[in-house]
């Protein structure tokens, strides 16, 4: 029977996001977002009408005003078409000696390569939609976070975005790990409840090292991903992956409520060719498309906001 390699491969990818990704937790439960084939997945938005008059008057079951469940699917692209190729040379070709140096390829690839092309994305596409959003003047603030000020500013956006949003618990915080500092020196000097090294789960993804700001857990995220502006290299003549854009500034805190962010990734394609059928050199070529987003739908965009350094 032959190897399943693609599924072998696609275990190993998901075993290092959720490991090492600090947006892990954006990808959404099964039954919001369903494949439709090609580069397409639609997205479902549930709403429901709001109360009406009840009148006690009538008996005949018309008392009550007749609501309405609606569970729409749109359908969206999957703008991300990224891709790459890895030669090996040729070994041993038995299937049991092989899966072990390709698991080291796709790991290492996973873990210095597409966890942080794909935290960096995610980060800026959701700080690009609340810095586009109607709230931006009051979701996007910019300041340099110091012991004097890193939790109240803080905590004066979230409050902001509760307001906003309507929504009072469920919120996250990336905050760039070079901020930690200011929030280590604030903790003895504030009423603010502000705890280090918690495991939390949110979305079903546990992290540690977690800090807790009051009721707000808050993941430190190396600053290199967290970016106002990117470049999306294509690999051609540079290393590949997202680097920061040329006037890009550096995100200090991006806040979003758990159920905002959707962020949709597959493994489109992977083809592996052994050094008997591989034309171009006398090795195994591994051969992978990845295609993946992040969407957040338009009622959702007041649960997001964040702080840019000054």
Same mark, same amino acid.
């Given at each position: ?133 109607? #709230?931006?003047?009051? #979701? ?36 760039? #790990? ?78 979003? #409520? ?53």
């Amino acid at each position: 029977m032959a190897f399943d390699y693609a599924k072998a491969y696609q275990q190993f990818i998901d075993e290092e996001m959720t490991a090492l990704s600090a947006t892990a937790w954006m990808v959404p439960e099964a039954g919001k977002v369903r494949f439709t084939g090609g580069r397409d997945v639609e997205i479902s938005t549930l709403s429901t009408t709001g109360l009406g008059s009840y009148d006690a008057s009538k008996s005949d079951g018309s008392a009550y005003p007749s609501g309405t469940v609606t569970n729409a699917w749109k359908s969206y692209p999957l703008s991300m078409d990224r891709g790459v190729k890895f030669a090996l040379d040729r070994t041993d070709p038995n299937d049991t000696g092989f899966i072990v140096t390709a698991e080291n390829v796709i790991r290492e690839f996973s873990r210095s390569a597409l966890v942080r092309e794909q935290d960096m994305y995610r980060i800026n596409k959701l700080y690009a939609l609340a810095e586009g959003d109607t #709230h931006s003047d009051s #979701h996007i603030l910019t300041q340099t976070l110091t012991k004097g000020n890193a939790i109240s500013t803080v905590s004066a956006l979230l409050q902001t975005i509760r307001d906003d949003a309507e929504e009072m618990d469920g919120y996250v915080a990336l905050v760039s #790990h070079k901020n930690k500092t200011a929030f280590l020196e604030a903790a003895n000097d504030t009423y603010h409840s502000i705890t280090f090294g918690n495991s939390v789960s949110i979305n079903g993804v546990t992290y540690d090292n977690v800090m807790m700001l009051d009721d707000l857990p808050c993941i430190f995220v190396p600053q290199n991903r967290m970016k106002t502006t990117i470049t999306i290299q294509d690999g051609d003549e540079n290393a590949g992956g997202i680097v920061a854009g040329a006037d890009a500034q550096d995100i200090a805190v991006l806040i979003a #409520h758990c159920d905002t962010p959707l962020a949709v990734s597959k493994l489109d394609s992977i083809k592996q060719f052994g050094p008997q059928e591989n034309q171009f050199f006398d090795g195994t070529s591994i051969q992978a498309r990845y295609l993946y987003d992040l969407f957040v739908p338009e009622k959702r965009l007041a649960s997001i906001g964040a702080i840019v350094e000054a």
